[in-house]
């Protein structure tokens, strides 16, 4: 860590990448009654992309490193940040208690759809790695425990594990922008739904949300914070307890209906 913060380099990129991000500010597209928005966070993350050691190699591997050690501190001061909203909201959100606990078994619907999809692609026991929640850094520690990180569920959770870091953040603020064009749901629906263990998803989707509707700014970015917290606090025993289990029933079933036998010893 103390290497990572004496990075001058690192520093001097990320101050370069937020300026030119601001500058560009926030564009918003209208799609029929919504509105399509893309946010500087999204550009910081493709420019940086490209700066790194596949591409344009400005970045080395050794900046990669510190940048991720730094990662946590800059959600310390995220988080702080949006304490401070949850605070003078909590009556409200007290309010909306059983809706922000009923939520989270919504997460269970990774493994219904990504299961069946991932074992007629051909994957196997990588499925229930994958597929039994969003695979953010408690999900990767409880199938390293159980399983190991070098068994197939091990490989299966770090993909996704990986897939969410770099593509994660932009997905969460597009599908955002998306969903709000339908008019499906509601605004403090679609923040109570990015609340699902990552402070950087919900950070994307919360500004996509407050950006489309200003007026309700304080209150999306309250309840995106509640359901964070809550998914960082029940996460893993919703993992544990009911995701890993019936993953591993449903895995099964799709196993004897893809490949016609009873899966692998």
């Not at 799609?31 to 344009?56: C, Q």
């Not at 490193?65 to 959100?93: N, Q, W």
């Not at 893809?258 to 010893?265: C, D, L, R, S």
Request: aromatic letters at 10%; charged letters at 15%.
């Amino acid at each position: 860590m103390l290497d990572a913060i004496k990075n001058v380099k690192v520093h001097l990129l990320v101050l370069v990448l937020v300026a030119v991000s601001e500058l560009v500010g926030i564009i918003q597209f209208n799609i029929g009654p919504g509105k399509l928005v893309l946010l500087p966070m999204l550009y910081a993350v493709f420019i940086g992309t490209f700066l790194g050691p596949k591409f344009l190699k400005v970045v080395k591997d050794r900046d990669m490193d510190h940048a991720s050690c730094l990662v946590g501190l800059t959600l310390m001061l995220l988080m702080a940040r949006y304490g401070t909203l949850v605070g003078p909201k909590f009556f409200e959100i007290l309010k909306a208690g059983p809706a922000l606990i009923l939520q989270e078994f919504g997460n269970i619907g990774t493994l219904v759809i990504g299961i069946p999809i991932a074992v007629f692609l051909g994957l196997k026991r990588e499925s229930v790695g994958a597929a039994h929640s969003i695979a953010r850094e408690p999900n990767v520690a409880l199938i390293g425990d159980i399983y190991g990180l070098d068994s197939p569920e091990g490989r299966g959770v770090m993909g996704v594990y990986i897939c969410g870091t770099v593509f994660g953040t932009i997905f969460f603020g597009l599908a955002a922008s998306f969903l709000s064009v339908l008019n499906w749901f509601h605004p403090y629906a679609l923040a109570m739904a990015s609340g699902v263990g990552s402070a950087s998803m919900m950070t994307a989707t919360v500004g996509s949300l407050s950006a489309i509707y200003p007026d309700m700014a304080d209150k999306i970015q309250a309840f995106g914070v509640a359901s964070n917290t809550l998914s960082g606090l029940d996460g893993v025993y919703m993992s544990m307890f009911i995701a890993l289990p019936l993953a591993n029933k449903l895995y099964k079933i799709m196993y004897r209906i893809k490949f016609g036998t009873a899966q692998e010893a």
